[in-house]
């Protein structure tokens, strides 16, 4: 049986790829995608058969949550309670870009999809083939790395895992993807906010971002 793997131009993807990838994650099913970094497994995110897919496809714990990507800001709407002024902040700064953050979850997601933490991550990715299958899609999918849980991340189709490959639908080829640190995680549903992961996107950057707004509040303020 010929393993289910589509090479695809990391620039610019073609819409044939593109069409079919978001065909079969309306349908339920998994594909394998490239991101800035590592390989990623997408599903549709609303979809609960599809999202214990992944957990069980990754070995992955069902008390650890998945990360959803998104195409558009007003996409929040579906998956958090509330959008905090330091995550306007962040967001208005850095997305589409390196960084995920970290809301308090709208009460009707699947619960496997927020592990009952209550919270869900979400980022809204830059990379052009990560874009163009959320944009197509519209809706949001996972965004969890394509490697069976507590084994390193993948930057080339060769190295993942034989399971994955022939477990998902599809698998996006764009050769080995460039060196690189994951996206910074960082919990707004705090205030402060929390680092949870330190990533590509630097502290510094972060904290200066939410610091300058709260100046120039206090300025407009007097």
Not at 140 to 169: R, V, W, Y
Request: with cysteine; charged share 25%.
């Amino acid at each position: 049986m010929s393993l289910p793997v589509f090479k695809v131009d990391p620039e610019n993807p073609e819409k044939k790829i593109i069409d079919r990838a978001t065909s079969i994650i309306k349908q339920g099913g998994i594909v394998v995608f490239p991101a800035k970094h590592l390989y990623g497994i997408a599903a549709d995110a609303l979809n609960k058969r599809a999202v214990k897919k992944v957990f069980d496809l990754k070995h992955r714990p069902e008390n650890n949550p998945l990360l959803v990507l998104i195409n558009k800001k007003n996409n929040l709407i579906n998956l958090v309670d509330s959008v905090p002024r330091n995550a306007k902040v962040l967001i208005e700064k850095f997305w589409p870009g390196n960084i995920t953050l970290v809301f308090e979850a709208n009460n009707d997601l699947p619960m496997i999809l927020t592990a009952k933490t209550g919270k869900i991550g979400v980022r809204i990715p830059w990379h052009p083939v990560t874009k163009s299958l959320v944009n197509h899609l519209g809706g949001p999918i996972t965004g969890t790395s394509a490697n069976i849980s507590g084994m390193p991340g993948c930057s080339c189709i060769n190295d993942l895992a034989q399971e994955i490959i022939q477990c998902a639908d599809m698998v996006m080829d764009a050769g080995r993807l460039r060196q690189g640190r994951a996206s910074t995680v960082v919990d707004v549903t705090v205030d402060p906010i929390k680092i949870i992961r330190r990533g590509e996107l630097p502290d510094n950057k972060i904290f200066t971002a939410i610091n300058f707004t709260a100046i120039k509040r206090i300025e407009q303020f007097y």
